[in-house]
């Protein structure tokens, strides 16, 4: 989903690409970004993929995230991939499969 930011706090927390909060009556939640939404570009720029538990790739990709959110300009567009629903059928996709 594509998100248009204004001025003012994004409303939002990450734990590397990973929304784990979102304010009540932030702009975040207005947009309707949700906990569990994965950022995957900011203002154009694609966020990198990290490899689940890979530490050093993990580091680099927050402090281009940080970066990145502290640097665009606004309004400015951030896109997340909403998570898929886990199926009945035993096993659920891996992040990243679609």
Do not use: H
Request: charged share 30%.
């Amino acid at each position: 989903k594509n998100c248009e930011f204004g001025d003012g706090p994004l409303g939002f927390s990450l734990e590397g690409a990973l929304v784990v909060d979102v304010e009540v009556g932030s702009q975040a939640e207005q947009l309707g970004v949700e906990v569990g939404d994965r950022l995957v570009e900011i203002a154009g720029y694609t966020v990198p993929p990290c490899d689940s538990g890979d530490l050093t790739q993990e580091e680099a990709a927050n402090k281009k995230i940080r970066k990145w959110l502290k640097e665009m300009p606004r309004p400015s567009r951030l896109t997340f991939r909403i998570p898929k629903p886990a199926t009945g059928g035993g096993g659920a996709l891996a992040e990243g499969d679609e």
